[in-house]
């Protein structure tokens, strides 16, 4: 069994910073991508970002491109994703995710593997 337990969540004032990491338990963790998602109240869930195994590649929706990094250390079975510049608009439950393929995040997640249970963000204004 797969487990993923995020972290970092908490409350923030519009243009603070927030860092989310993600533990993943198990031996798979090198060799699979890794991603976050987001799903803010009365919202279908969003993709955020995603991170090759190798960390060749990143993805990242538009809505947050420039704003937020994904990272990960494999050595640690971590990932991480580093906000800056929060908005109002970034306020959800944020979602861990891992699966083999980079793609089954950024066409939208049905598909992903392995979810955490979810780390809460809050952005006033």
């Known amino acids: 069994q797969v487990h993923l337990v995020e972290s970092g969540g908490g409350s923030v004032h519009t243009g603070g910073s927030l860092r989310l990491s993600c533990a993943a338990s198990?031996?798979?963790?090198?060799?699979?991508?890794m991603g976050w998602f987001r799903q803010a109240p009365g919202k279908e869930r969003e993709f955020i970002a995603a991170?090759?195994?190798?960390?060749?590649?990143?993805e990242y929706a538009d809505s947050v491109k420039g704003r937020f990094t994904i990272s990960r250390d494999n050595a640690k079975s971590e990932v991480y994703l580093q906000m800056e510049s929060l908005k109002p608009e970034d306020t959800a439950v944020y979602y861990c995710a891992a699966d083999r393929y980079v793609v089954s995040m950024t066409s939208g997640g049905r598909h992903v593997e392995y979810w955490g249970q979810g780390t809460l963000v809050t952005v006033s204004s």
């Open positions: 991170i090759s195994w190798s960390m060749s590649a990143t």
């Open positions: 198990g031996r798979f963790f090198s060799s699979y991508s």
